[in-house]
């Protein structure tokens, strides 16, 4: 007959006492020890009660680093996933983070987090709202079956996401050509009551996305290649189909090539200017992936633009000061992190429950394009 035995006491051992001890000598899960000792509804008082007790009496105390890291009440979170390579660089999130600080504040601290994918990122969201360590969180970067979305549904966090370009195009921005313009839809109206749970969304439009690909196409460029991230990302391929649209509006066609990491974009770079029928153009993701394209087509014998022009997703100091300067888009991170921080405001509460204008998606203004000196009439 199998015997069982009381776990040793911590105390006895000479080592301090752990949430785990409390919750092998209570008999319940560390969720529900947590939900007990802070307070949380979610378990019953007669559980409460002997989650307490316990704990007294194997004397444990709350430990000054892990309440340090807590945080206090009304503290953000900015949580960041760095799998790829491409989709955001420490720059962009930067600016994204300083964006969020102008309108959050000193009464709303932020906190940034870099982790290595999203399911770690669910963990940790799981995790740290359970110990209430932070009041809200927001989050870049969401794939198409994301993790991060289902914790957030489940466990009614209050979040905000982050895209950097959404499609389809903004209602406001003409074709140029005359064409009817592509109405993007209005997030429905959302506050804390109607439903607590409901991430709100901010994107930047597709505005410079679209003056990408009208450029080229008036240029006279009738083949792009566009080199995309590879991850599938929520908002999908928006600034690729952008580019594309336009190019399409006036003859040419538009290839989009997915790449994860730099390597991706110079071998995928070499294989299509060593084509036959090689695009006259690139648009790459960002500034990285831009002078590596750049690169590639010096390597293989051709002139930067008059053989093949180059473009920037992103726009960078390095960009402006190569040679030739690289023509790429502007984007305003920061503007969209202040979008993001006002969002922030709205869903904990701080804007007296909504105002007329509190919707669960914005859009900001997409930025500007930068003509530079990769970019020129293909001959």
């Not at 105390?11 to 001890?21: V, Y």
């Not at 198409?144 to 959404?166: C, F, I, K, Y």
């Not at 960002?286 to 008059?306: E, I, T």
Request: some cysteine.
């Amino acid at each position: 007959m199998a015997t069982f035995s009381r776990p040793e006491s911590p105390i006895a051992t000479g080592r301090r006492p752990t949430i785990t001890d409390v919750a092998r000598a209570a008999g319940v899960s560390i969720a529900v020890v947590s939900y007990a000792l802070n307070g949380r509804p979610g378990v019953s008082e007669r559980t409460r009660r002997r989650v307490l007790q316990v704990a007294e009496d194997l004397g444990w105390r709350p430990s000054a680093a892990a309440r340090a890291l807590r945080g206090t009440p009304g503290t953000v979170a900015l949580l960041l996933v760095r799998d790829t390579v491409g989709a955001t660089s420490a720059d962009a999130d930067l600016e994204l983070a300083d964006g969020l600080r102008d309108v959050l504040g000193a009464d709303l601290p932020l906190a940034v987090h870099l982790v290595e994918s999203p399911s770690a990122a669910a963990a940790a969201i799981a995790t740290w709202w359970a110990e209430h360590r932070y009041d809200a969180f927001v989050m870049t970067g969401i794939r198409t079956d994301d993790p991060r979305l289902a914790v957030v549904e489940r466990l009614g966090v209050v979040a905000v996401l982050v895209d950097h370009v959404s499609w389809p195009r903004p209602a406001d921005l003409d074709d140029g050509r005359g064409a009817p313009r592509r109405q993007r839809p209005a997030g429905p109206p959302h506050t804390m009551s109607a439903a607590a749970w409901a991430p709100r969304t901010v994107a930047l439009d597709a505005a410079a996305d679209v003056k990408v690909g009208r450029h080229l196409g008036d240029l006279g460029h009738r083949h792009v290649a566009v080199l995309a991230p590879a991850t599938p990302l929520r908002s999908g391929h928006g600034a690729a189909d952008a580019v594309g649209e336009e190019v399409d509006r006036r003859g040419g066609i538009t290839i989009v090539e997915p790449c994860t990491t730099l390597e991706d974009v110079a071998t995928t770079a070499r294989r299509l200017l060593a084509a036959p029928d090689r695009p006259t153009a690139i648009v790459t993701s960002d500034d990285h992936g831009a002078l590596v394209g750049r690169a590639v087509a010096r390597r293989s014998g051709l002139a930067v633009p008059w053989d093949v022009s180059v473009v920037a997703g992103r726009d960078a100091p390095v960009l402006r000061l190569s040679t030739p300067p690289v023509t790429a888009v502007a984007r305003p991170l920061r503007a969209l992190g202040q979008e993001a921080g006002r969002q922030v405001l709205h869903a904990v509460g701080r804007h007296g429950g909504g105002s007329p204008d509190d919707v669960a998606s914005r859009t900001v203004p997409g930025g500007r394009l930068v003509i530079r000196g990769t970019t020129a009439p293909p001959r």
